[in-house]
């Protein structure tokens, strides 16, 4: 799927730290922090619940390569995959705003 403005893959503006928890480099466009925001909810969700890939893979009807890439910051979502991955999970899980304007505090 083609990006926006020609942005790299979320996980390519780590400046250090490990993904999605890591420092990004200054210049980092926007999806990297919504890709990092959306990231690490989605980790968030999946230990709260205690579900693995497949199980949600599964439920969703989201691949489990495509939910392990999310996590790995190898790709955006779609709003189709965020809407199937929230209600497999019961949580939001797009960051929307705050991961734009929280990404100094990351």
């Given at each position: 799927?083609?990006?926006?403005?020609?942005?790299?893959?979320?996980?390519?503006?780590?400046?250090?730290?490990?993904?999605?928890?890591?420092?990004?480099?200054?210049?980092?466009?926007?999806?990297?922090?919504?890709?990092?925001?959306?990231?690490?909810?989605l980790?968030?969700?999946?230990?709260?619940?205690?579900?693995?890939?497949?199980?949600?893979?599964?439920?969703?009807?989201?691949?489990?390569?495509?939910?392990?890439?999310?996590l790995?910051?190898?790709v955006?979502?779609?709003?189709?995959?965020?809407?199937?991955?929230?209600?497999?999970?019961?949580?939001?899980?797009?960051?929307?705003?705050?991961?734009?304007?929280?990404?100094?505090?990351?």
């Amino acid at each position: 799927m083609p990006r926006s403005n020609n942005d790299q893959l979320p996980a390519t503006y780590v400046a250090s730290g490990n993904w999605p928890y890591a420092r990004l480099v200054e210049d980092a466009p926007v999806s990297a922090y919504y890709g990092q925001a959306f990231a690490r909810k989605l980790a968030e969700a999946m230990a709260t619940s205690e579900i693995g890939l497949r199980t949600l893979g599964d439920k969703a009807g989201v691949s489990h390569a495509t939910i392990s890439r999310l996590l790995r910051g190898m790709v955006l979502p779609d709003i189709g995959t965020v809407a199937r991955l929230e209600v497999a999970l019961r949580t939001g899980l797009w960051p929307g705003l705050a991961a734009w304007t929280d990404r100094d505090d990351a």
